[in-house]
């Protein structure tokens, strides 16, 4: 199964993003293809695997707040996750 997780900051030390690199590992060990992707770059990136087996990806380079948007994130989903529909609601 494919999977991806999408978050606006994957990797700022936080619960959603604890949860999000935990999930994310424990599929990927089972044999699932999984991609974990920020919308923006963390100003103070925080490592939760030490050796991750799922891939990670960051559409923006600036932190949250300085550029960014879903529209971004659609235009550059195909060199991501091809075959994936984005739909933020």
């Known amino acids: 199964m494919n999977v991806v997780f999408a978050c606006l900051d994957a990797d700022t030390l936080g619960g959603i993003q604890r949860v999000t690199h935990t999930l ?3 599929l990927a ?3 699932h293809a999984v991609r974990v992707v920020g919308l923006h770059r963390s100003a103070a ?13 960051v559409i923006g380079r600036a932190p949250a707040g300085r550029a ?5 994130l659609r235009g550059r989903q195909g060199a991501i996750c091809p075959g ?3 739909d933020a609601a």
């Not at 990136?45 to 990806?57: D, L, S, T």
């Not at 960014?68 to 971004?72: A, E, F, I, L």
């Open 84 to 86: 994936v529909q984005l």
């Open 68 to 72: 960014g948007s879903v529209g971004q």
């Open 29 to 31: 060990e089972r044999g």
């Open 24 to 26: 994310a590992q424990g």
């Open 45 to 57: 990136p925080f490592r939760y695997v030490a050796e991750p087996r799922y891939r990670r990806h």
